[in-house]
């Protein structure tokens, strides 16, 4: 049996806000330390990985590892039903094909049942090693989204390279081109606008706009956001969830 | 002769919004004690009958019963060109084919006429009686609308089920269920967010959700709505207008 | 070579927002007293010309005559990319066919560089005669532009006329027609706020409200606007640029 409790509703939306326009219906698994999902996008450019401790929930009991299937959409149209101030829980029982999502207004005069569908769908989780990027920058995530968002304006791809100084974002197209240079400031009154650069070597690697900017959907989670590359490795977007866990994106230079 | 004076647009802006995607073309019939219309909707599923009492203007003169057709999409254009803070008066004389719409700028430097023809619509003014249903909820109008909002992302009908405590909205689909409890509770602060159920004899009927939310629309009219129910009448969605009127929608179980 | 600096970024989005939706493609040329632009609609019903005066910019520097010809809505979608504190620079070097937008944040540490083709247009400069209007109506821009909106409900043209008192906007279509009556008043609290007539012969006039629609897309560059009326000339629909320049569409009545 599978019970969470979240003393607010508003986590829960934005992760499944991050994560839906990427994929549509995904396994999340359970175990005792806490909720996790992997997946590819449909055309299979892209992995997402979800990670929930234990502690990000109110209440978590789990009794046995357990997988369950949703549908991304529905979910999200159930969570779009629950007041911002609602308590929620989140119960499965083995064997049972739903899960049932209970929304309780402050004042308990409002008590709502959601209970959907589970699905059939293969996946397992595949354990991600730990990569050794050549470069690693820490930047506002609200910066780093209006600059996907700005390039793709111009162009399809982006060509992210990085210095010991700078971090520079690129495009070119038939309409003309832009880069748009980020100097290095740790040294600023709030760190989460600082930009870091780790950076063993230099690299220059070009990526797909269109998948930046789906990444990005997830800027609501974290006020930075880490932008891992190698040449020879898939970049890491990773936007992570206070000390309760993160949301990681993985995709291959083009 | 037909002549109306509003100190403020709104009311009839709010009003007509109320009814304006329910029915595309209408009588208003105006009596010396005020203005109604009854109208079903273009499949005939469901009546609307709004009645505004004379007091509800600034000044009301109708020297004899008239009838008058509109469209009320044309109607709904021309309100929507009055300003805020413009006073409104409305004209109609015997044997015209046109009504007048007149708004004036508080300074009375902009004055505006907008003189629209009247249409030849066939309908007659039904005596509704009063019914005798077995389950009256009066309930914030807002929760209301949410509830029947809500449910329509999960199925496409809501069964109403009222007990002396609560009353029950629920839906089923195939992506899921749902059902929204919400208890009786009179001891409110603000009078218009109690939820209060006058009961004869529990009810549980099913409804079209579109056509709930279409009635939803009436919201900003009022702070509280009123079902009334029974299982071989009509129910009755009831928007009070302060003191000065109503619209009520009918509809029967499905 | 040119080089201009702008310290905020507001005005040049404004004036782009004026005639982007009225002309795709145009000519800006540059000579040393400042920057200017006229093009007709694709329709060739209108005209509109620009003027931004040399000292609208805080750096100013022009060479030699030069027209950059520029497609409209790349160069809108580029000034978006920058942030409304951003400091702007713009380049163009002779015989290059591109110009060059800088963006820096106040903090220096975002520098944004994008790079614009140009385009070859056939254009020249025409010299436009000052016209001798009968009627010349100045009035707030926001109320010009809400008359018109609300006029384009009813009817595809707007009628202009003016005599001494007032000058009226009317409509007239198959679900009823419309005027609206604005008195001149110049003794207000803010001139802006003024409708002020000046005349020499009384005009009625008849214009398309498509293309009125289009040009009141200049109302945020100004808090007033001027009409110049004269049955045998062109109407002219002015918005000043504080002391810096206008934007002006000319149009033929219908």
Redesign the interface.
Same mark, same amino acid.
């Given at each position: 049996m599978l019970e969470l409790h979240l003393v607010q509703n508003s986590l829960l939306k934005k992760v499944l806000e991050s994560i839906k326009d990427f994929v549509t219906d995904a396994n999340f698994h359970y175990s005792a330390t806490g909720c996790s999902l992997q997946a590819m996008d449909s055309s299979h450019v892209a992995l997402v990985v979800l990670l929930l401790r234990a502690e990000a929930f109110e209440l978590y009991r789990c009794d046995r590892n357990i997988s369950v299937g949703m &549908?991304l959409n &529905?979910m999200s149209? =159930?969570l /779009?039903?629950a007041g911002n101030d609602d308590a929620i829980r989140i119960k499965a029982d083995d064997g049972n094909d739903?899960i049932t999502f209970v929304f309780e207004s402050p004042?308990? !005069?409002?008590?709502? $049942?959601? /209970? =959907? !569908?589970l699905m059939d769908i293969d996946s397992e989780l595949l354990g991600i090693p730990d990569l050794e990027h050549h470069a690693i920058v820490k930047m506002p995530s609200v /910066?780093f989204a209006r600059i996907c968002k %700005?390039l793709s &304006?111009?162009g399809d791809t982006v060509i992210i390279s990085v210095t010991r100084e700078d971090v520079t974002f690129s495009t070119i197209d %038939? +309409?003309?081109?832009? $880069? +748009?240079?980020?100097?290095q $400031?740790a040294a600023v009154a709030k760190p989460e606008e600082a930009?870091v650069i780790e950076l063993n070597e230099p690299v220059s690697l070009t990526f797909s706009l269109r998948y930046m900017n789906l990444f990005t959907k997830a800027t609501p989670l974290s006020n930075t956001v880490t932008i891992s590359l190698a040449s020879e490795l898939p970049a890491v977007v990773e936007y992570k969830i206070a000390e309760m866990g993160h949301v990681r994106f993985y995709m291959d230079p083009s």
């Open positions: &549908n &529905n149209k =159930m /779009e039903c739903t004042t308990q !005069r409002k008590v709502s $049942n959601f /209970e =959907m !569908r /910066e %700005d &304006n111009i %038939d +309409i003309g081109s832009a $880069n +748009i240079v980020c100097s $400031n930009t």
